[in-house]
């Protein structure tokens, strides 16, 4: 019931014309099938020409990195929503731990983020997900509940049908260290049961719950096989079109 989504995070990575380049790459390799969502998040510079490579019949829909909460106005170097969508974005990664980390963003501006992409159209991938020390102190839990909390309070029922979570323990990323399969399903039953409780049974049943985190062709058949995880934000193994290519076949073939 839910369909299984794939997500290629290229952070800052690739040119507009690198990113033309991939694409009709990764279209040869990959025929559409309508089995698993497919999303490319190019960087700000790269949707207009990923956008006229996916050509007018895309299958691969778009999605930004990231988005400033208002429409317009004096934000020297910030990017909105209604400028995504016009570029054919569908969605927008939110709370990444490179903007959390790096660029200060806290749950009150991602949660800014957030109700701004639900009322401009854009479905929010929402990433949350607990660093190394914080796993070792044994918060994992009460730190992804705490992000949860802070981003998508006051949501209702109708906004969350829109909204992706993607569990993204800070130490897995880029490490080439993924969390186990085990450790990924605890954490996703937890955000479930937290969608359960906030909301009602129907909302979680139907949320779609991502990992992310040294994601490859090689791990993704272990955790796509699990019943509870609905696909993969992944990022350095999308920026190669066969690598990217295989992710995306195993999400087909295990959640067929
Ligand atoms: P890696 O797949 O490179 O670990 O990155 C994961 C990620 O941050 C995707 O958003």
Known sequence: MRTPLIVGNWKMNKTASEAAAFIRDLLERLPAAPSAEVVLAPPFTALESASRALGPDAWISLGAQNLHWEQQGAFTGEVSAPMLRELGCRYVILGHSERRLLFGERDEVIQKKIRTALTEGLAPILCVGESLAEREAGHTESVVTTQLNGSLAGLTQQDLA????????????????????????????SIRLFVETGWNHETAAAIRILYGGSVTPQNAESFLASETIDGALVGGACLNPDSFATIVRIARTQKA
């Open 162 to 189: 829109t909204v992706t979570i993607a569990y993204e323990p800070v130490w897995a990323i880029g490490t080439g260290r993924a969390a186990t399969t085990e450790q990924a399903v605890t954490v996703h039953r």
